[in-house]
Each structure stands twice: as C-alpha cells, then as structure tokens.
C-alpha cells in the first residue's frame, strides 16, 4: 500500500477515531465524516482494560490518559441490599504486573476529546454534519456521499455503530433483538455525596432483575453510574433519550443505602435500550469493511464494548497499510484475527447478563457459591480474566 493510502471512516465515535490515528500514524490519508453536528456527549464513564489500554498507549495516548481518568482499586460484585462484597478482584495492585498494563476508568467525553486532539494532530480531517447513507465502489476506488458533498477513497470503514448505514447497504437490513434490558446512566460530582460514599473500586451490586454500576471518573471528581432493568418491551433508540430519575430511584428502591443516597444527588440521567445480533458472517466487501459495534454489539456487562472496537481499529490499520499484500488479503486477514475474539466476547457479555440478574433464591444462592470458590481460588479466577485482559494486539 502506498504512503497515501486514502480512508473514508463513517463514524467518529471511539472506533471510527482510534482507527483515523493508527491509520494516520501508518501513513495513510484520512477523512472521518460525523452524522452528529458537533461532537458532545451525555455524561457517562467507559472502563478501559489491559488489552485497550495497550493499544491507547501504542498510539501515544496513555499519558493524557492518566490525568483524566481514574485506577479503581478492585472490581467488586456486591449484595444488592447489604452491599457486602461477594467476590473482589483486586486490580491496581495486580493488574500491571499480570497483564503489563493498568485498569482505567474514563468520562466518555474525555476519552473522545483526547482521541478527537490526537486525530487532528496526526493530520486526520474530521467532517461534522456529514452522515455516509450509502456508497458505491468501482475496482480501484470507493464514493460516498456526506452531506451535501462526494468524496473518494481507496477504502471506506464504517465504523457508525449499531445501526450502521454502511452494513446495511454492504449487507442489508439485519433486525436487532431487544434483550429486555434497559439502562440508566448518569454521573454526580463527589463533592455532593459524604466522603467515601463510593468504595474507590468498579462497583456491581447484584439483584433479582436488575444490577447497579457505580465507580468514578475525572480523576475521582464525579461517579458514574450504570443501572440496568429488565422490561418486557422497548421501542426508542438511542442513548440520549432522557431519563426520568424518579423512575431509577424508584426501580432501586430498597437497594443499598449509598446506591439511594447516589441517586438523591443525581439530577439528570439517560435511558437507552440494550439491543443484540447474532455475529455476521462477513464483515467486509470489495474496498469497504465494518468494525465495532457495526460488525459486533456488544452488551455492556462485560465492560468490553468500546475496548473491542479499539482493538479492531489497531489491527485493521495494521494490516490495511501493510504494503507487502493485497487489500483482500489484508481485510481477510483482520476478519480472521478479530472475529473469534468479538464473537467469545459477545458470549461472556450475554452469559453475564444472565448471571448478575439470577431471581430465584436457590439460583442466587448458587452464585453466592461460585464467587466464594473463585476468591479461595483466586489464581482460577484470574486465569479466567487472562482471555480477556491478556491480549495485546500490539504485539500478538
């Protein structure tokens, strides 16, 4: 491939950006067109594991980072009324030496504002108001039309998430599964709630039905939260539909007492349905291939859905811009690195789901013994974790 390779990237969420930088930093030319007028995001934090930290850091971007993020001591999955911990993995003191690399919990519009800075300084054009609806690709070249505009590339990416344009024209309508779940996000300042409110760790407290996600963002000045309800029906899309708070105060009514003193001080949250499909059998065709949540959603109770589309973003600039074979192998050879890997990771994701939300008493009672053998056997535990957190793709 040649220095001036050029990219179209539809989409310029977390995905679409990582990928215009590793592209960029490999040489190419790129242009990444955003449907939304001016990037901003509703207040909501994204964790970041080992294996996305790494490629952050490959990509220059772990100093920043650091400053605006926050290292949670453990990950902790609580007794939804209690709030005792049943089963802590401890994190910041094991998690560098086991996996060379931090844990990191970040505001979503950190992350995206340091991506967005990164993505300019490496040359990238990033074209606002500019939704991609379709394209067309000849032999040598992809078009698309953005906005009022055409532009032409040697390849198109489209990495505009779960209701992506791009696989629909590349593949079709493919109906989304509501899972019967919905989620509330919001954050509130620290400085509202008594000190140490919020045990310093990736919080999940387990109920019937539902589970609660708390932990802290901005360098420890906000906590976000995460809360998940199982409904029979949902018909909107979206995450920035407004939530009620009311309704999430009363949904967790009865729940932990600092879960209730948290959302006394919340004054807004979001509200957004949880949707699934099956893993595709392509994702690319001739110049133009997917990636992220375009090619694979992934539900939130792994934590992994914005990591797996960082991953995919390394490792298709990789080979895209490897100049000693084709772009069909190049592109083969990413869905044949990737898709086992996001296709185990949509697995753990649902089987999660299912696991925090157990109803009947015996089946909760069952999970209260499964964490208690893996914290006695806390070596078992972790080799469990290394599928997810010890991959680098940097370096395999």
């Known amino acids: 491939m040649g220095d001036r390779t050029h990219i179209l990237i539809s989409g310029g ?15 190419a030319k790129v242009d990444v067109f955003e449907k939304a007028p001016k990037f901003e995001e509703i207040g909501a934090g994204i964790q970041l594991g080992p294996n996305a930290m790494h490629v952050l850091s490959a990509l220059g971007l772990e100093k920043n980072l650091k400053k605006l993020g926050f290292e949670p001591a453990a990950a902790t999955l609580r007794d939804y009324k209690s709030g005792k ?18 844990y990191l919990n970040i505001h979503r519009a950190d992350l995206h504002l340091i991506l967005q800075e990164a993505a300019l ?27 009022e505009n055409a532009f032409n590339g040697d390849f198109l990416i489209g990495a505009d998430g779960i209701h992506s344009k791009i696989r629909e024209t590349m593949q079709g309508e493919h109906k989304l599964k509501f899972t019967g779940h919905v989620a509330w996000r919001g954050t509130v300042p620290t400085h509202r709630l008594p000190r140490k409110l919020i045990p310093p760790e990736a919080n999940v407290w387990l109920g019937p039905g539902r589970h609660f996600v708390a ?26 539909i407004k939530g009620n708070v009311g309704d999430v105060r009363a949904a967790f009514t009865g729940w932990d007492e600092r879960i209730g003193r948290l959302l006394r001080e919340c004054k ?54 490897d100049r000693d074979r084709g772009f069909e192998t190049a592109l083969e050879r990413y869905e044949e690195d990737r898709k086992p890997r996001t296709t185990m990771m949509q697995k ?16 909760r009672i069952q999970r209260k013994m499964m964490f208690k053998a893996a914290s006695i056997v806390t070596l078992a535990a972790y080799g469990k974790l290394d599928r997810v957190y ?3 793709v940097t370096k395999d």
């Open 121 to 147: 300084k490496e040359g990238v054009k990033i074209h606002m108001d500019a939704p991609v609806n379709s394209y067309w690709q000849s032999v040598d070249h992809v078009m698309i039309e953005a906005g």
């Open 268 to 321: 807004e949250c979001y509200l957004w349905g949880l949707f699934d499909r099956e893993p595709l059998e392509t994702w690319s065709s001739g110049r133009v291939t997917l990636l992220g949540d375009a090619c694979h959603p992934m539900l939130p109770f792994m934590a992994q859905g914005a990591a797996m589309a960082i991953e995919d973003s390394y490792v298709l600039a990789k080979h895209l811009m």
């Open 13 to 27: 969420g977390i995905g679409g950006l990582t990928a215009a930088i590793a592209l960029a930093q490999r040489g």
């Open 215 to 240: 932990y802290y963002v901005n360098g420890g000045d906000k906590v976000n939260f995460v809360a998940v309800e199982e409904r029979d029906s949902w018909a909107e899309a979206g995450w920035n």
């Open 85 to 102: 911990p049943e089963l802590r993995t401890r994190l910041k003191s094991v998690f560098k030496d086991r996996y060379r690399q931090i």
């Open 348 to 363: 753990i994701s649902r089987e999660n789901g299912e696991l925090y939300h157990r109803k009947p008493l015996g089946d």
């Open 390 to 392: 010890g991959v680098n």
